[in-house]
T-cell receptor
Framework: AQSVTQPDIHITVSEGASLELRCNYS??????LFWYVQSPGQGLQLLLK??????LVQGIKGFEAEFKRSQSSFNLRKPSVHWSDAAEYFC???????????FGQGTRLTINP | NAGVTQTPKFQVLKTGQSMTLQCAQD?????MSWYRQDPGMGLRLIHY???????DQGEVPNGYNVSRSTTEDFPLRLLSAAPSQTSVYFC???????????FGPGTRLTVT
């Protein structure tokens, strides 16, 4: 069965600094990979997704993620964070063609002014 | 479009009580799903539906029932609430499978 690990429960960065959130997945074939963001008290919003093709995917709000098959990773990056990026971030994986999504535990991002 | 709506926003139940969490979407999405969110555990899939009349179990289905009589609605029923069901519940929908799911605002449920 597929699984997702987000090693960092909580990350704090300064406004304007770069950001990388880690995500490792476990799945034998090529997975569908997603990053979602949850602002406090809100539902989740899709940031970006990878299905196939170019391993560097661009998303909304200036985020990007890189799929590395050899490392089973799909890390999320942003070159310069803004205070409004403070939220919880979830990585998720689905088996190709599957109807079920498996989420990681989430990483809470705090931004220092 | 209202997107995905959930009612109620908050609910407190006593152990053994039953209730239905409502979920509706106006995007004509075929796929709908229910998740529960607990601290440190991310979101876990409870049940999902790929279309009207078709439902299936997710990762944590015990204690929950669903039905899908229309494309728009996907209610989640707790038949006999237990404290372990204290959680935040999210409904989501998408045009197909797990591709870009749109999430509702959530229902915070407390069972005492």
């Amino acid at each position: 069965a597929q699984s997702v690990t987000q090693p960092d429960i909580h990350i704090t960065v300064s406004e304007g600094a770069s950001l990388e959130l880690r995500c490792n997945y476990s799945y034998g074939a090529t997975p569908y990979l997603f990053w979602y963001v949850q602002s406090p008290g809100q539902g989740l919003q899709l940031l970006l997704k990878y299905f196939s093709g170019d391993t560097l995917v661009q998303g909304i709000k200036g985020f990007e993620a890189e799929f590395k098959r050899s490392q089973s990773s799909f890390n999320l990056r942003k070159p310069s964070v803004h205070w409004s990026d403070a939220a919880e971030y979830f990585c998720a994986v689905a088996a190709e063609g599957a109807q079920k999504l498996v989420f990681g535990q989430g990483t809470r991002l705090t931004i220092n002014p | 479009n209202a997107g995905v709506t959930q009612t109620p926003k908050f609910q407190v139940l006593k152990t053994g009580q039953s209730m239905t969490l409502q979920c509706a979407q106006d995007m004509n999405h075929e796929y709908m799903s229910w998740y529960r969110q607990d601290p440190g555990m991310g979101l876990r899939l409870i049940h999902y539906s790929v279309g009207a009349g078709i439902t299936d179990q997710g990762e944590v289905p015990n204690g929950y029932n669903v039905s899908r009589s229309t494309t728009e609605d996907f209610p989640l029923r707790l038949l006999s609430a237990a404290p372990s069901q204290t959680s935040v519940y999210f409904c989501a929908s998408s045009y197909s499978g797990v591709h870009e799911q749109y999430f509702g605002p959530g229902t915070r449920l407390t069972v005492t």
